[in-house]
């Protein structure tokens, strides 16, 4: 069954709640939190303590996308605060390896993301380690923009690379998801599908979830 996550970071940042609460009534299995530092990427959002508030109100899977260098500073408090998943770039990782055994270590499922540009083999000595492989089809930063389809022969790659090694990880796909685009991502191997835009972003959150389903054939 394909897995949705929709970003916060096309939510009314107003009201919060209100909009994760429809995306949690809609039946979405993960919340996607995108962090920025301003250094890794050339955005700022939230940190730690706006995910240690959410927590208390809301039940979801806390998907935490980090794109900040180094996160290996921040993990422990990214995990703190509730974070279930928490992601890292490879290309923001001096020691990969070590950054997502501490995630582990400290009791949170990990990730490891890929910028666009990167290719697979950067992440194959690290595998057997985690428990979600994020492929980026826009370069991260922003909500909103263009899904680059030149990155789907990537996801088509990791996921025969994830069989090879025998692991069962999911195949998360992150930037311009929408209906249009979501049956060539799974017919690629993703298994999540990030939306920004196309569910946060849609004036109406619930057919929203609706539409991406159906476009999957999972509704
Ligand atoms: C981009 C973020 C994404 C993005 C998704 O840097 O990692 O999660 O916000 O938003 P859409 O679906 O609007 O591209
Ligand atoms: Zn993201």
Redesign the pocket.
Known sequence: MIKLAP?L??ADFAALLTDIEKAERAGVEYL?I?V?DGCF?P?ITVGPPVIESLRTRSCLCFDV?L?IEEPDRYVERFIAAGADIVTVHVEACRHLHRTLSHIKEKGALAGVALNPATPPAAVEHVLHLVDLVLV?T????????E?IPAVLPKIRRIKNMLMECGVDAEIQV?????PAVAPDIIAAGGTVL??????F?APDIARAVEALRKSVGSG
């Open positions: 970003s970071l096309s996607h995108d920025m990427v955005n996308h794109m980026m826009v370069n991260p930063g922003f909500g909103g923009q899904f992150d930037g311009g998801v929408n990030v939306a920004g835009k196309a569910i972003g």
